[in-house]
């Protein structure tokens, strides 16, 4: 029979894998050992462990998010931006990219009461210009992807879309984006990945994208 480890033994052995221990996971090994040890090993496939993304890539995406949902304590994503071998100049980059999506709503918003000075043409022109200026040094189709998270995360269907299918033409892939996506379960929950999965399945139905997968 195995024995169960103390609370002490499973605080330490999360503290060794991960650097540190936070308030709620201290709980979880307080009263739910076995919980906290499945959810870092989660944790570790969703977040850590190489998937589509590089190292680089990944954080850039992360940073974005943490903007795009005003997550304070997503301060770790930057740090191991860093240590991925990102400069602050690139990390800026992805938060300024971030800030750059919340014009879609204003623009849609002219776009949809004051056509006779703001043409969807004008629109699309504008509103490129922006995120083409923000990206700085992030490549364009990388850009496409982060913007796909971070309107997923602030529950913009139109604008997941829009930027869906930018990134498609850009060269995204669709292990890219379903990676982007899973980042959505730390800080939104599992409804908004839902949501962007089944925004996503819209898109592809309407021939804008590929489809997440095939039956």
């Known amino acids: 029979m195995t024995q169960k480890r103390s609370t002490k033994e ?3 052995a999360f503290v060794k894998s991960r650097g540190y221990i936070l308030p709620y996971q201290r709980v979880l090994a ?7 040890e499945s959810f870092n090993a989660f944790y570790h496939n969703l977040t850590l462990n190489l998937r589509d993304f ?15 949902t ?7 994503h930057l740090q191991r931006g860093i240590e991925a071998g990102l400069t602050p100049e ?4 992805a938060i300024a ?16 009461h004051w056509q006779d000075w703001m043409s969807r043409n004008n629109a699309a022109e504008h ?9 700085g040094g992030i490549d364009a189709g990388l850009a496409e992807i982060i913007l796909v998270v971070c309107f997923a995360a602030r529950h913009v269907p139109d604008g997941l ?42 898109a592809a139905e309407a021939g804008e994208c590929p489809p997440p997968f095939t039956d």
């Not at 307080?30 to 906290?36: F, R, S, T």
């Not at 590089?54 to 795009?68: C, F, G, M, P």
């Not at 509103?127 to 990206?135: E, F, K, P």
């Not at 850009?170 to 890219?176: K, L, P, R």
Request: aromatic share 8%.
């Open 97 to 112: 990219l971030a800030a750059a999506g919340e014009a879609y709503s204003a623009i849609e918003f002219a776009t949809n």
């Open 70 to 76: 005003r997550e304070k304590v997503g301060r770790i």
């Open 30 to 36: 307080e009263y739910e050992p076995e919980l906290l």
């Open 161 to 202: 879309r829009f930027h869906l299918r930018r990134a498609f033409e850009q060269g995204a892939t669709e292990g890219q984006i379903a990676e982007g996506l899973s980042y959505l379960i730390m800080p939104c929950g599992a409804n908004t990945l839902i949501e962007a999965v089944g925004v996503w399945i819209e």
């Open 127 to 135: 509103y490129g210009a922006i995120i083409a200026s923000a990206r």
């Open 90 to 93: 690139e990390l800026t980059d």
């Open 54 to 68: 590089t190292l680089q890539e990944r954080e850039l995406v992360w940073t974005a998010l943490v903007t795009a």
């Open 10 to 12: 499973v605080v330490a």
